[in-house]
């Protein structure tokens, strides 16, 4: 029986282990003809340390919560097997010892200051900036441009007449920049050389704000990119994540077709943003590429903006961490943003389209400086209120009171009280747009000279950079060390679609200008008098 019952077992074991070796060898001719199609990675043999960092790191974020839940249960399970005579001693206790009073006070304060500073706007420092310096080679001075523009034999010779007066009181100096493509005769736009001059401009701006900041790329938590007229697949802010290899957590944002004050937008999104996400970095980088949008038509409209944009871009680091406050340079205290798009008149002021001819270029309408006048009256509107003393706020309300109560015939002789912003703000950084939009802000805000010339200095030296320029004029404010502890700071930019956004920064200490400042190597030659668009010396 031993013998007989040994015999079967025995064949069965063998049976089992020739099974077990066709199932492995089949499995294993599976996994051969699998490797060659795998598209996914084999996530159970690729699991490794730096695949976990993504867990651990939420598990140390969410530590006090995971303790406290165990507490909480084991107090619930000790309070489910008292008695009710127990609770009722431990009450009368309580009371003798005068503890229950003391308890609702506690919780009371402990619940009042838990929604306080869980519904407070964190602040939101801006640790440093910095603007891309193209190389000289890339320069275009108004002959460079008018000569090429000839050669290229693209425009017939009233279009040339046109931006040559344009040029002329534009208020653009000798030293701006274009993109390489432009600069070859002919001009070769294409995708490519887009991309090189996208490359250029944003890792040149990031290169010099991780050097300043000594800044790990890793430790941003949030990047926002704006960029109006490209916008390849990938997007731009893909490109900035691969250059940098920045964590795969990242959360970035990619805003297109936003004109020129889309890096307002950029810095509103970002600040909202960080009241969400705790202890972190947001990087905001705003740009505008011409490369792809140089207009090669003859439609007068469109030619403006060929006469007027310049290469450009900014990058700029924000904190919500309290310890960087002491190397901040500024504090963010408002973002105001005017939307005028329902109306057909603002949303078709600045348009992308085809001229009859099928070239595309962007048309400025003859109503846009009266368009943005009435965006930056709604926009000053709701500004005023959060930055002006108490007595220009009441000068202001009276004279809308009175016009609103006299006849109409009075109303009209009776002018309207222009708040004086100059008691709000020390310093005024205007969207360098242009020569026009410059001159219209200053006399409508009754500014002084010495206000605008960040403005007009930036729009002589670098052109109209688009939603960067705002970033050249405080920089140049800072070159000139302009810039004081405590001192209030307006940057105000127009764009496509249409809008007028506001920020306002309070500056944290005397600011100096950082190393590669766009303006290191010339600001000892501005301020330069400039009439009638035309530079007087120095």
């Not at 430790?219 to 802010?237: A, E, K, R, Y």
């Not at 003859?298 to 904190?319: D, E, Q, T």
């Not at 001229?355 to 846009?368: H, I, N, Q, T």
């Not at 307006?490 to 400042?517: D, E």
């Amino acid at each position: 029986m031993g013998g007989g019952g040994g015999g079967p077992t025995a064949n069965s074991g063998d049976q089992g282990v020739h099974m077990g070796g066709n199932h492995r060898h089949h499995h294993q001719h599976h996994q051969q003809r699998q490797r060659g199609r795998r598209v996914l990675p084999d996530f159970l043999q690729s699991v490794n340390l730096r695949h976990v960092k993504l867990g651990y790191h939420y598990l140390v974020s969410h530590i006090l919560a995971l303790l406290l839940i165990p507490l909480m249960a084991a107090i619930l399970i000790e309070a489910s097997r008292a008695s009710p005579g127990d609770l009722r001693r431990l009450w009368l206790s309580l009371q003798q010892d005068h503890l229950v009073s003391v308890l609702v006070a506690s919780a009371f304060l402990v619940f009042a200051s838990t929604a306080y500073l869980s519904t407070r706007p964190r602040p939101i420092y801006l640790v440093d900036f910095a603007c891309y310096r193209p190389p000289d080679r890339l320069s275009a001075p108004p002959d460079r441009f008018m000569a090429h523009s000839r050669l290229c034999e693209k425009f017939d010779e009233s279009s040339l007449q046109f931006q040559e007066r344009i040029l002329e009181r534009s208020g653009l100096g000798e030293e701006t920049y274009l993109p390489d493509a432009l600069h070859n005769l002919p001009p070769k736009p294409s995708m490519a050389a887009a991309r090189e001059e996208a490359e250029a401009v944003m890792f040149g701006a990031l290169d010099s704000l991780f050097r300043n900041t000594s800044l790990n790329p890793r430790d941003i938590g949030i990047l926002v990119v704006n960029c109006s007229l490209f916008n390849p697949t990938p997007s731009l802010s893909a490109m900035i994540v691969n250059r940098y290899h920045l964590r795969g957590n990242i959360r970035t944002f990619n805003l297109g077709g936003m004109g020129c004050s889309a890096g307002v937008i950029s810095l509103d999104l970002a600040r909202d943003l960080l009241q969400v996400h705790r202890s972190t970095y947001a990087v905001v980088v705003s740009t505008e590429n011409i490369t792809q949008n140089w207009y090669f038509g003859n439609r007068k409209s469109m030619l403006i903006p060929n006469c007027l944009f310049r290469v450009g871009c900014s990058a700029v680091v924000l904190s919500n961490r309290l310890f960087d406050r002491s190397r901040a340079k500024y504090r963010l205290a408002h973002v105001v943003r005017t939307h005028r798009g329902a109306d057909d008149r603002a949303f078709r002021c600045v348009y992308q389209e085809e001229d009859d001819a099928g070239k595309v270029g962007v048309s400025l309408s003859k109503d846009l400086m009266a368009i943005a006048g009435e965006a930056l009256k709604a926009n000053i509107t709701t500004l005023g209120p959060l930055v002006l003393p108490i007595s220009e706020q009441l000068l202001f309300f009276a004279s809308l009171v009175a016009r609103k109560i006299l006849k109409k015939s009075a109303a009209n002789v009776m002018r309207p009280y222009i708040p004086d912003f100059k008691l709000a703000f020390e310093h005024f950084c205007i969207h360098a747009g242009g020569r026009s939009v410059i001159d219209e802000l200053e006399n409508n805000l009754q500014l002084l000279p010495s206000h605008v010339e960040a403005s007009r200095m930036t729009l002589h030296r670098f052109g109209n950079t688009s939603s960067s320029s705002i970033w050249y004029e405080l920089a140049y404010l800072e070159a000139k060390g302009r810039i004081r502890s405590g001192h209030r700071v307006w940057q105000i930019a127009f764009g496509s679609g249409f809008k007028c956004n506001s920020v306002v920064w309070h500056a944290l200490r005397n600011v100096k200008p950082s190393p590669g400042s766009p303006w290191e190597d010339c600001v000892h030659r501005y301020p330069i008098q400039i009439i009638d668009g035309f530079p007087q010396g120095q």
